[in-house]
């Protein structure tokens, strides 16, 4: 069910005086410091939410976006600082155990608003003026309405009429999560903090939770990686980053031109100040030793001395999702399905399937959870046979395939080293460390257990695993899923730079919307061409239709000509990067080869004994590291210089 909080009483460690507060303020953070070991989460951050105000809070996986919530929740008590809330003001959250008893979903929803269950229940005992005053505070609170307003919250979250009336324990995980969050939403606290609140959402219920969060009555907080969310939904971004934070206005794009702008400035600032102090330094160091000039070098040492440095914003370098491209080209259609039916045992889940792909083809997957995404992922990925009609694809076609449910199968005691060497058998040592890399696991970080991964690093190494062969056809299912923006951006990246056809699954719109050329529906088991964009399928879910064009024909005609001449673009755009991209494959066999002598070179210098007996071989060994060691950096240079191209 979910979690009600009331604001921290007054006199405890988070709030001195909460009574201080400007009344315009819901929340005042002052000088919050947060530890965990060496570590410092929260460095004396402060920051201050108006009233009313719908709050995006980003920053890297890791940075302590949770930990601030558990702090304002009263779970953990910082080291030192002050939360203040007005009084008498309600903090609600999603609960980390999701309901799985027999309540029926429509029951849990109903007993998150405790003032209402409280009086529905005293009424039954009730009679004369307290009767009276509790039906006065029932229609108030409007308590009789209730039902039908969380009805419409669960049937957006995609339960319909008959779920909403089957017990908890019926549904996973994922689903009663879904619950939880609708109890929250129901209850309206004063302070609603909302942790992820797309991960176990298909993209039809994040549509919806879109358009209800940006209609929501009072505060809210949310922590999200969904830029789609954080330009719809919010008017703030609080940015956490190094232990501090800092509050902008308006949604994530707007955030990120104003700090895009920020550090700009401060480059620019902190050059122009490395050029004065070098300028002061050197008529120092000039005429410190002259009579005549000592006292204007002591006054300029004086001024170098008082010189803040000014400190420039950076950014943690985000690592390059690896998705080879397929090394030759398969020739088109890459699957064609004739009258195809896709199930379970006896009970087809889709039917009368008339669709091909084609090698080059970025297709999303649209329709909520349950109506058979997952099915035809596996059909056209060949997990699973057609149950009739026809299926035609390249027997040297390769797939690759990533879904989220595969974290798990990966061994905790295990390393990414270990994954790797599995897919390399008998190669050197150099080489896979040299794949490693590429997935984002250079050096020691290759023998960290996947026990101690983050959610965001499994999935990049499953993904580096599933796609490392070059496949022709790659499906991602809910690739986004513990990934913060700027992997989110990388991922992106990688998609539209590969050149095989991809399959997407998933809630993030901004993915969709920047890698697809085209949509499919799939819903009452049939799979067929969506014949809109994004805003077309929100008006869809949001309305139940989409809203009619300027001229049926004409923009008919105009629209699907606009997305094959995107599709042609994007073709164009993969053709002209197929020698950069195989040079740059020459460049990184270049790049092993001589790392991997560079290692032989250094293990046999590093035998003293051999040098001693052998001082002219010891003589040819340095030469040949100081050749192989330039080889290796002009390699590089060039590596970076192609990838430089490659991102032109």
Not at 52 to 59: D, M
Not at 180 to 202: G, H, K, M, Q, R
Request: charged share 30%; net charge neutral.
């Amino acid at each position: 069910m979910a979690e009600i909080r009331l604001n921290f009483g007054a006199g405890t460690p988070l709030e001195k005086d909460a009574g201080a507060l400007h009344n315009a303020l819901m929340l005042h953070v002052n000088d919050l410091t947060y530890r965990i070991g060496a570590r410092v989460l929260l460095d004396e951050a402060s920051f201050a939410i108006p009233d009313g105000a719908r709050v995006g809070i980003v920053g890297r996986n890791g940075s302590g976006k949770t930990t601030l919530f558990r702090i304002l929740l009263g779970e953990i008590s910082p080291e030192g600082g002050i939360v203040g809330m007005p009084k008498g003001r309600r903090i609600g959250t999603v609960a980390q155990e999701a309901p799985g008893g027999p309540e029926s979903l429509i029951e849990v929803v109903l007993a998150a608003d405790l003032e209402r269950s409280r009086l529905m229940a005293e009424a039954e005992g009730a009679d004369g003026m307290r009767r009276a005053e509790i039906e006065t505070r029932l229609t108030d609170i409007g308590a009789h309405s209730a039902p039908a307003r969380a009805a419409a919250i669960l049937h957006g979250l995609g339960f319909d009429t008959q779920a909403q009336a089957r017990p908890c324990s019926d549904f996973s995980g994922g689903w009663r999560m879904r619950v939880a969050l609708a109890a929250v939403l129901f209850s309206e606290p004063d302070l609603l903090l909302l942790d992820e609140p797309t991960n176990y959402l298909d993209i039809e219920g994040t549509i919806w939770l879109y358009d209800y969060l940006a209609r929501y009555p009072h505060t809210v907080l949310i922590i999200s990686h969904d830029r789609d969310l954080l330009d719809t939904c919010v008017d703030h971004i609080l940015h956490l980053d190094q232990g501090k934070l800092t509050i902008y206005r308006g949604g994530y794009t707007s955030f990120a031109r104003q700090r895009a702008e920020k550090q700009m400035l401060a480059s620019k600032a902190a050059a122009k100040q490395d050029l004065e102090r070098k300028h002061l330094q050197s008529f120092v160091d000039r005429f410190r030793a002259k009579a005549t000039k000592a006292r204007q070098a002591q006054s300029r040492l004086k001024r170098l001395e008082k010189m803040e440095a000014i400190a420039t914003i950076t950014d943690e370098h985000t690592l390059a999702f690896d998705l080879p491209s397929p090394a030759k080209e398969l020739a088109p259609p890459l699957i064609a399905l004739e009258g195809a039916a896709a199930g379970y045992g006896e009970t087809p889940v889709l039917d009368r399937i008339n669709l091909s792909i084609l090698p080059d083809d970025r297709i999303a997957l649209l329709g909520s959870n349950g109506n058979g995404k997952s099915t035809f992922c596996k059909l056209i990925g060949g997990r699973l046979a057609p149950m009739k009609g026809e299926m035609k694809a390249s027997s040297r076609m390769k797939v690759a395939y990533f879904a989220q449910h595969q974290l798990d199968e990966l061994r905790l005691e295990a390393t990414p080293y270990d994954h790797v060497a599995e897919r390399m058998a008998g190669q050197p040592e150099a080489r896979i460390r040299s794949r490693c890399a590429r997935f984002g696991f250079p050096g020691a970080k290759a023998e960290t257990k996947i026990s101690k991964l983050s959610g965001g690093e499994k999935a990049r190494l499953l993904m580096g695993l599933a796609a490392f062969e070059g496949p022709h056809l790659l499906i991602l299912d809910e690739p986004t899923n513990h990934l913060d923006i700027d992997s989110r951006q990388a991922l992106v990246e990688a998609i539209n730079a590969f050149t095989g056809a991809v399959i997407i699954v998933s809630h993030d719109r901004f993915l969709v919307e920047a890698c697809a050329d085209r949509l499919w529906l799939i819903g009452d088991g049939r799979v067929a061409p969506f014949d809109g964009d994004m805003d077309d399928y929100r008006k869809l879910v949001l309305t139940g239709s989409i809203a009619p064009r300027r001229d049926e024909g004409e923009a008919d005609r105009d629209d699907r000509n606009s997305r094959d001449d995107d599709r042609k673009s994007a073709a164009e755009k993969r053709a002209k990067q197929a020698p950069l991209r195989q040079k740059l494959g020459v460049v990184e066999a270049r790049i092993e080869k001589f790392t991997g002598l560079l290692a032989k070179i250094d293990a046999a210098i590093g035998d003293g004994e051999a040098f001693r007996r052998d001082p002219q071989k010891a003589a040819e060994l340095s030469r040949m590291r100081g050749e192989a060691a330039g080889a290796l950096a002009r390699a590089e240079e060039e590596w970076l210089k192609i990838g430089a191209a490659l991102e032109e």
